[in-house]
């Protein structure tokens, strides 16, 4: 990943950014430890999108989990959190 420190971008502005961000994601430093990603618009949309798609397929693997009975019912968490720390598959 690129970088540029924090004094940099301060000093120059986004112009700073503009010349490294086509090679890909920066991070930005301070003190010595990266603090900011910066990021292009396009490169932000494709990981929310890959964040929505991981969590749609979740979603859809407890719905079938549900769908062909691999969910067990509690009647209270009290019993969910026994069974848990029983160290019993849930």
């Known amino acids: 990943m690129n970088h540029i420190s924090a004094q940099e971008l301060k000093r120059r502005g986004i112009a700073a950014v503009d010349d490294i961000i086509a090679k890909g994601d920066v991070h930005v430093i301070r003190n010595n430890q990266p603090q900011y990603v910066v990021l292009s618009e ?49």
């Open 42 to 90: 396009s490169r932000y949309q494709e990981l929310v999108a890959e964040a929505q798609e991981a969590y749609l397929t979740r979603v859809r693997a407890s719905l079938e989990d549900v769908k062909v009975g691999r969910v067990e019912k509690f009647k209270s968490a009290e019993d969910l959190l026994k069974t848990l720390d029983a160290g019993e598959q849930v």
